[in-house]
């Protein structure tokens, strides 16, 4: 039976009403107990009857008929937007550290630059919930933007080999560094980090449309099977992360990207595969996916912009933004010393890493059964609470047990990342659970698309942050670690430990933002009958997101131009 099956539900009211005529008296005569049974009855059908839409009208039996034939087109296209997702993340450690060595400020801006598009996500939204292509307000965004996708890759898998930066020897399989082969390969960078950066930018468009339209299906679903769609496309993501992780961890571990093996498959390739991935997405969309809004007229933006707004001011949708955002800022605060405790203190290899984050994909993927089998009606709060404090513990112990060598070896380091993956994948399938529950009809794009800017705006705001409050440590010099330059003496490891310590407290202090959360779908509705709103509360809340989001350029930015990515907010050693 599909998730959307109405289970039975009340077809109309009117049967109730029976005609006097139609019936003897005394059966209309009922006990006490009859009609305490009867009114049970009828409470349990009206639960699993989805609430109905004052906004956006759906015809439900036409949405469950397009969910039974095209359901799985969307779990598929889940699948193919993260593998391809995940290809873009992984690159910049293999391509751009180790085969094109650049330099600090251009690695960072390599991984930065491209993820930025998914702050304006929200404008996405806007789009795909107001300006239908043909009728239609998902499935023309998904098309156009893996489409583009598509010939973004096609140009990076055409264009001109890149050569590594420095001399490989095929022959000995080994890498000198004290040869430099292709001087030109930072330029050759700043090609690929645009063309990549607009890869991103067009996923996220596809993305947007996907995930509104995920949604759209998801509150169709009886109240007790709710959350069923979204915990089986996030088993789809991590499948299709795992496709990605693949990718560069079989493709790019040969020695010119710091691998272990003695071959790799050709960079060319690499990206022409993903670009097949983008066409099956396209053909996927065009032929397994369906909406069940039909014709929809272009809205006025000015119009729908003040619905927006009168949803968005309302309690239970502003308490859920504002404690994500402060979540996403405190949880992003992490010491800028674990990347040198990963190097050079736990020696991990880049294939290593690779093969662990597969493993990590999988465990979240179990994290998110977990929820889905047995915690789909567990308190929210609860799940989030003892998830975060589980990922916290686990890192702390690992890191400090590196730290101070009582073990240092890379697979032990990874079984942090194992271990955290678990209630990471609860984490994030909960938070997708509430995002359900607090979106208005006919708005699920804008609604989903702000919530996942107000995300990455907090998390790049953390970043600075986490710079700022460690500097009077010291740690950022490779001289703390190395014990062949004078580094990793007691002093240098307390040093490395405080500055975890006192990340793990700013991290500790986003766990009473969780009270903001509702606790699970009736408490969404118990405070939707409230009816309280906050215009002003709304209001301050999208200019602090404003002018995070212009820190976020301003930091982008700073990370781009040489002139300013010298400064310690921005990585650098100081100008």
Not at 45 to 70: G, H, M, Q, R
Not at 209 to 217: G, N, Q, R, V
Not at 420 to 441: N, Q
Request: aromatic share 12%; charged share 20%.
């Amino acid at each position: 039976m599909s998730p959307l099956d109405p289970h039975n539900e009340l077809k109309s009211v009117e049967p109730l009403l029976i005609a006097e005529s139609d019936v003897d008296k005394p059966d209309l005569e009922m006990t006490d107990v009859e009609m305490v049974e009867m009114s049970v009855e009828l409470e349990k059908k009206l639960e699993d009857k989805p609430e109905k839409k004052s906004d956006f009208v759906i015809d439900e039996s036409k949405c469950n008929a397009n969910w039974k034939t095209y359901g799985y087109g969307l779990y598929v296209e889940y699948f193919y937007q993260m593998a391809v997702q995940k290809f873009i993340m992984l690159l910049n450690y293999a391509f751009y550290g180790q085969y094109l060595n650049l330099s600090g400020a251009q690695f960072r801006a390599a991984a930065t630059v491209p993820m930025s598009a998914w702050s304006l996500k929200i404008f996405m939204g806007v789009l795909s919930d107001m300006v239908p292509i043909r009728g239609q307000r998902r499935r023309p965004y998904i098309i156009i933007g893996m489409t583009m996708t598509f010939f973004c890759f096609l140009l990076a898998s055409i264009w001109r080999k890149p050569q590594p930066y420095y001399e490989y020897d095929r022959g000995a399989c080994t890498v000198n560094k004290t040869v430099i082969h292709n001087p030109d390969a930072q330029d050759d960078a700043f090609f690929y980090i645009m063309v990549f950066s607009a890869a991103v930018f067009f996923l996220a468009i596809a993305d947007v449309a996907s995930d509104a339209l995920k949604i759209e299906y998801s509150q169709q679903e009886p109240k007790k099977t709710r959350g069923t769609i979204t915990s089986v496309t996030f088993m789809f993501n991590a499948c299709g992360g795992i496709l990605g992780a693949l990718l560069i961890g079989i493709g790019m571990n040969g020695p010119a990207f710091g691998g272990d093996f003695c071959w790799a498959i050709p960079f060319r390739i690499l990206t022409g595969i993903v670009a097949l991935i983008c066409v099956l997405a396209v053909l996927n969309t065009f032929f397994r996916i369906r909406e069940h809004h039909e014709n929809v007229k272009r809205r006025n933006i000015r119009k729908e912009a003040w619905q927006f707004f009168k949803a968005f001011q309302s309690r239970e949708v502003l308490q859920v933004f504002v404690a994500l955002f402060i979540w996403a800022v405190c949880n992003r605060v992490m010491s800028p010393a674990g990347m040198k405790v990963k190097k050079n203190w736990a020696k991990v290899t880049p294939l290593v890493s690779t093969l662990t984050g597969i493993v990590s994909g999988f465990f979240e993927l179990g994290g998110v059964f977990l929820v889905k089998k047995y915690f789909l009606n567990a308190s929210w709060r609860k799940i989030l609470l003892v998830s975060r404090l589980i990922i916290i513990a686990v890192d702390n112990i690992v890191e400090c047990v590196t730290i101070f060598d009582i073990i240092r070896n890379p697979y032990f380091y990874f079984a942090d990342d194992l271990i955290s993956s678990i209630p990471e994948g609860m984490t994030h399938l909960v938070a997708g659970l509430i995002v359900i529950e607090i979106c208005r009809p006919g708005l699920e794009a804008m609604f989903h698309s702000l919530l996942v800017t107000s995300f990455v705006i907090g998390m790049t705001v953390g970043a600075p942050i986490s710079i700022l409050i460690t500097l009077p440590f010291g740690i950022g010099s490779d001289k703390t670690y190395l014990a062949e330059l004078g580094g990793d003496q007691p002093a240098d490891r307390m040093a490395v430990f405080y500055s975890f310590m006192l990340t793990m407290c700013v991290q500790l202090l986003c766990l009473p933002c969780l009270l903001l959360l509702p606790a699970q779908k009736s408490d969404v509705k118990k405070l939707r009958e409230k009816k309280q709103n906050y215009p002003r509360l709304a209001a301050a809340y999208l200019i602090v997101l404003c002018v995070a989001f212009i820190l976020t350029l301003f930091l982008t930015l700073g990370v781009l131009v040489p002139a300013l990515n010298c400064h310690k907010i921005f990585g650098g050693k100081g100008c």
